[in-house]
């Protein structure tokens, strides 16, 4: 159950994440804390694996679809979050991709997930979710219910912003 809410600020954090580029030569890691989102409206969805096939077939793809209807509404950030390496994370994703290890901030807000009784050795991830926050505060929490991308979706946050 989410313990963030509409209205609630996001605490801070500091995510790894390896900035795309074609070659990935480098393999050079950065970091990125939320303040860096004060006075910015972003959009931010949380999947629990990088090419697990709903996220990677049904989640993530939309929102690249729709990248360009998301900054005619005024979002200046699109992120993906997941419990995956930085490194993983870069390779799947053509957004800013982040890697929330051990899903510590999602466990912050209340929206992690322990697959670890799951037969598939994943262990604690992220919970599938989208938020939109505006100048750090929250002003929309999808959580999903079940399997499956319907609040999350890249049609559904942009129906909310």
């Known amino acids: 159950m989410a313990t963030i809410k509409v209205g609630d600020k996001v605490p801070e954090a500091t ?15 950065t970091t990125l804390s939320t303040n860096e989102w004060k006075g910015k409206k972003v959009v931010l969805f949380s999947v ?12 993530l793809p939309p929102y690249l679809k729709h990248y360009d209807e998301f900054k005619a509404k005024g979002v200046d950030v699109i992120a993906v979050v997941a ?13 800013l991709a982040l890697s929330d290890v051990d899903a510590k901030w999602s466990k912050e807000l209340g929206l992690s997930v322990d697959l670890t009784g799951a037969g ?3 262990g604690v991830r992220t919970a599938r979710y989208a938020l939109i926050l505006d100048d750090l505060t929250v002003k929309y929490v999808g959580v999903e219910p079940e399997r499956g991308v319907t609040v999350s979706s890249a049609e559904a946050v942009l129906s909310k912003l």
């Open 15 to 29: 995510f790894k994440y390896v900035p795309y580029t074609p070659e990935l030569d480098d393999g050079v890691t």
């Open 48 to 59: 629990p694996g990088a090419f697990t096939p709903t996220c990677h077939v049904n989640h």
């Open 83 to 95: 419990a995956n390496d930085p490194f993983v994370m870069s390779g799947w994703a053509r957004i």
């Open 120 to 122: 598939l050795g994943l």
